[in-house]
């Protein structure tokens, strides 16, 4: 209307005809200049409106996601091994900072950090970037924490958070069965099994951790809130909440760790710490009631991330602390073998217990000549003695009538050579020779000397601590193969109870229970005997059966001769012990291989005599019961 | 000559002021959700009450004495806010980059500039009308008038003002006679100060702002979030906006400036396509019936001065509009009327103070 009024007007006396025809030209572009912006309000409010307008909710409605507290990992007596704790962590807002170079020198002098690298960090971003807060801390220690809260009202930009942290109580205790966690990786993420993960989760990354992972995790929930420019939640819309992880009852008892580990402390304060590996089984059952590898690290220095540095360092460590000796370390079984080859002599009938060998302290095979440990030799012996004193002469005649081949099928029936499925992972095979094993390994004959080595469990012959623990306890059982057990039970957050896996049989041992029976008599002749080589493992008011075994490192040339301090730490013999008890009725198997620690009894045999010590101390109070309805359950196990 | 005359108010133009009137009111119940954080009136909201009142006084008092009077003063006027323009850069902080406020903040004689060098251009040309142009030379008088106070606004590093009274005084170009070739040299003399301009007068944020237009999406965290913010904020408007403070973009403060320079962008979120149709209605429907006023006038001068008073209102309003809506760079030019900021309000009524004035002694007496 107006633009005709400008045209159609009445003309007033002062204004001429053209400067009229100037307005009008005025007045069309006015007129362009609105219908241009009138056709952008519409380009952006109705054909892009719906578009905009997500992205206007993108920029206000935030799904924050509620962390589900990891469930916890305790012994089988409810003793914590992990548990998570708040970290304490400290941030600043650049936007919301006041008197800026105040309040960073001031918050530097709380968290002993230097002034003018604080400010560095914090910078002095632009734009939407001054509402990024910059994280200062994660993890404060507890002064620094309360320095900080304390001061906080004089900050303003600084804020502090708490965020789950995972917390592994006895720090390196019982640290390869449980793990550590970590951020997931980036191939883990591009793996469907890991599809509801997201970038910056934390996820068990070995171990207990690892392996019952879907069990600890819990499932996050999520909060959809409303935030300002800022990032300042304005109104909460609506909320899932966060279902916290189950808890992991282990199997392990946690003294009996502790027990085992202290035994490769050194020996001196400021000494070497030992290395080597233990495994204690319930016979009964398989559970898993200890198992140490040394040296080993500490988990809670994984639980924030851990820098690369750190990593290099624990990975290329020449004790390689991260590997888990007891699964994945393979050494010659050397001495310890020796029961199952009895087992196969007396079950072939290729010996009776009472058939004598004499052992002049060598035997000479072919050309070559093979040594006793003992150089004078143990005289006329039978198997129980031959057993009980460790004599090799006795095994390599032994061997070399059974052949290598039948040796193998019985080492095989107490399950080595195989893993033993241990839900731990990362386990090793270890290697039971035979002809055809060589045939295809190495394309070469097998030779009747290597079945001397094989006879006294030296040569190719390669086992885990975990597998020769499985085997001694089906000689303690009674001939039962059990599948090491973990976890006991799972505890939801709800307080349901799921049972873990029933003891699983891997089958019988093809040795009869006679059989058995006198070679766990002369087990115990090796701990009470006259020259029994186990006497170490003798504890006061329990019978106790066990073996020793000492496995070359290098070729006997090497150090023959030498005293054993004399012989370079690297080229000492392996000490193993394997160790059962109470005899009558079996409760705890125990092995350790004590890596370079020389002589079996001598090495090894403390740390059994401790583990046994500590199992049957009588409860004193405030000492967690041992488990009155385990031995029912496994009885019955066993009986089946 | 100072009495009002019954006439004079029988011939007041109720229009005009109505116009004037709905602007600034729905300027202020946008300003308040703007700044809305209770239900209290915000600082902000009180102290343009205040503007509008000390603006209206300033209108009435202005209506009051015939404008023709004001020709004879063109000269001093113009001469009071070149010596005001060249106080604040002796005597006024420099706030934001700029020096342009006076009195601890009170005012921005750069505001005041417009008006004195819109009444001195409508003297000039009511004077040597127009005419064809045979030499640029012709035009050294008005180019002086507007350069001087342009230049001291630039030397206040107040880019957008500058640019701003600039566009105003280009206004007249329309009154002279310039044959094409002249526009030529114009054109090639304007190119060449452009690219001059860009390359040494305008600091690098200025740079990036302008290249924000092109592609806001180039730095969306820094200097293109102002431009996308507020793309944003008004497209989540839709047809019907998201009513009276529910804006999100709005409430939640993602929307930098939004109580000056984005203040329409506020209004196209909480009220829609509708709502700031609505508006620029409002302001088109003023700006003619200003050139209305224009051609009405009973004199050449009358005429000059209210072509130049809608040129004072509309090219802050392009600018602003078109700032917001992402079709030019961010300059920080506030919507007159509309946005808060009592100095360019009072500025602005005292401008339609002027309109009103030529229009109600538009007969000869």
């Known amino acids: ?640 | 000559m100072f009495g009002i005359d019954r006439r004079l108010l029988q011939n007041f133009d109720w229009m005009l002021l109505l116009l004037v009137i709905a602007i600034v009111a729905v300027g202020i119940i946008n300003l308040a959700s703007a700044t809305h954080v209770d239900d209290a009136l915000t600082g902000e909201v009180r102290r343009q009450l205040f503007s509008v009142g000390v603006g209206g006084i300033a209108m009435v008092s202005v209506l009051a004495i015939d404008y023709r009077h004001y020709e004879r003063f063109a000269t001093a006027a113009l001469l009071v806010c070149i010596a005001l323009l060249a106080a604040t850069l002796i005597f006024a902080p420099v706030i934001r980059g700029s020096q342009s406020w006076l009195f601890g903040g009170r005012l921005q004689p750069s505001e005041l500039a417009k008006l004195g060098l819109v009444i001195a251009l409508a003297r000039y040309f009511h004077r040597n009308p127009p005419g064809e142009i045979r030499r640029l030379r012709e035009l050294a008088r008005p180019v002086l008038i507007t350069a001087v106070p342009v230049g001291l606004i630039v030397m206040q590093r107040d880019m957008g003002v500058a640019l701003l009274t600039l566009l105003i005084a280009s206004t007249y170009l329309v009154f002279t006679r310039i044959p094409w070739r002249s526009w030529i040299g114009v054109a090639v003399v304007g190119i060449a100060a452009l690219i001059t301009l860009w390359m040494f007068a305008l600091a690098p944020y200025q740079q990036r702002r302008i290249l924000d237009v092109v592609d806001p999406g180039r730095d969306p965290l820094s200097s293109g979030y102002q431009a996308i913010q507020s793309r944003i904020a008004i497209g989540s408007g839709r047809l019907l906006g998201t009513g009276y403070r529910a804006g999100t973009q709005t409430q939640l403060r993602f929307l930098p400036t939004q109580h000056t320079d984005f203040a329409f962008s506020v209004l196209a979120e909480e009220w829609g396509f509708v709502g700031s149709c609505a508006v620029l209605s409002l302001y088109l429907i003023l700006l003619l019936w200003g050139l209305r006023v224009a051609r009405n006038s009973k004199d050449g001068f009358g005429a000059m001065l209210a072509v130049g008073l809608v040129g004072t209102i509309f090219w802050p309003l392009a600018v602003n509009i078109g700032m917001v809506l992402g079709l030019a760079p961010v300059i920080g030019v506030p919507l007159p009327l509309f946005s808060y900021g009592g100095s360019a309000l009072v500025t602005s009524l005292v401008g339609f103070g002027l309109l009103l004035n030529i229009s109600m002694r538009r007969y000869v007496f």
């Open chain 1, 1 to 640: 209307m107006p633009v005709e009024n400008v045209g159609v007007g009445r003309l007033a006396a002062g204004v001429d005809a053209s400067i009229v025809n100037r307005l009008m030209f005025i007045a069309a572009f006015i007129v362009l200049t609105f219908a241009v912006f009138a056709v952008r309000l519409f380009q952006l409010q109705v054909v892009e409106g719906e578009d905009l307008g997500n992205r206007a909710r993108r920029n206000s409605v935030r799904t924050v996601r509620l962390e589900a507290p990891r469930g916890d990992i305790v012994d089988r007596f409810g003793r914590e091994l992990a548990t998570t704790r708040p970290a304490f962590g400290v941030q600043v807002m650049p936007a919301e900072l006041r008197e800026r170079e105040l309040t960073l020198a001031a918050l530097a002098s709380l968290l002993d950090l230097d002034p003018s690298e604080l400010s560095e960090r914090v910078g002095t971003p632009k734009g939407r970037r001054r509402f990024q807060s910059v994280r200062i801390a994660r993890d404060l220690p507890y002064d620094s924490r309360t320095r900080v809260e304390s001061h906080l009202y004089a900050l303003p930009g600084v804020f502090t958070d708490v965020s789950p942290r995972r917390y592994y109580v006895g720090g390196s205790l019982a640290a390869h069965v449980l793990g550590f966690t970590g951020e997931i990786q980036i191939e883990q993420l591009e793996k469907r099994s890991f599809a509801d993960y997201r970038s910056g989760d934390v996820i068990g990354q070995a171990g207990v951790e690892g392996r019952f992972e879907s069990i600890l995790r819990g499932r996050a929930g999520g909060r959809n809130v409303v935030v300002d420019v800022a990032g300042r939640v304005d109104e909460v819309l609506d909320e899932v909440e966060a279902t916290p992880g189950g808890t992991v009852v282990l199997t392990i008892d946690r003294d009996l760790q502790r027990v085992a580990e202290d035994g490769f402390l050194p020996d001196v304060i400021g000494g070497e710490e030992k290395h080597g590996a233990v495994v204690v089984l319930d016979p009964r059952n398989g559970d898993v009631l200890a198992l140490v590898s040394r040296p080993a690290f500490d988990p809670n220095s994984f639980a924030g991330g851990i820098d690369s540095a750190s990593w290099k360092r624990l990975a290329e460590s020449e004790g390689r602390p991260l590997q888990n000796r007891a699964l994945a370390g393979q050494y010659p079984p050397a001495s310890t073998y020796k029961v199952f080859v009895a087992a196969a002599g007396l079950e072939e009938g290729a010996i009776s217990p009472d058939d004598r060998l004499f052992c002049p302290g060598f035997f000479r095979h072919g050309r070559r000549i093979y040594r006793c440990w003992k150089r004078g030799g143990h005289g006329s012996v039978n198997i129980h003695e031959a057993l009980a004193r460790s004599c090799d002469v006795f095994f390599y005649q032994l061997g070399l009538k059974l052949g290598i081949d039948r040796m193998a099928f019985f080492a095989n029936g107490f399950h080595l050579g195989r893993r033993t499925g241990i839900a731990l992972g990362n386990e090793s095979a270890g290697i039971v020779p035979t002809r055809a094993w060589k045939e295809r390994r190495f394309g070469e004959v097998w030779l009747t000397g290597e079945t001397v080595s094989a006879s006294i469990g030296q040569g190719y012959n390669l086992t885990t601590p975990m597998q020769l623990a499985v085997a001694y306890a089906a000689i303690a059982n009674g001939g039962t193969v059990f599948k090491p057990r973990i976890l006991l039970r799972q505890a939801g957050p709800d307080g349901t109870v799921e049972q873990g896996p029933e003891p699983e049989s891997l089958g019988k041992v093809p040795v009869s229970p006679e059989h058995l029976a006198s070679i766990t008599r002369a087990l115990e002749g090796v701990v009470y005997d006259q020259g029994g080589t186990g006497a170490r493992a003798r504890i006061p008011g329990v019978r106790v059966a066990g073996k020793t075994g000492t496995a070359q490192v290098v070729h006997l040339k090497n150090t023959e001769g030498l005293e054993e301090e004399e012989i370079p730490f690297k080229f000492r013999d392996h000490g193993w012990f394997a160790a059962f008890a109470p005899v009558e009725a079996p409760e705890i198997v125990v092995v350790v291989l004590a890596e370079h620690g020389g002589h079996g009894s001598s090495a090894a045999g403390p740390i059994v005599n401790a583990v046994l010590s500590r199992y049957f101390k009588s409860s004193t109070p405030g000492e967690p019961p041992r488990r009155p309805e385990a031995s029912e359950e496994a009885a019955r196990v066993v009986r089946n």
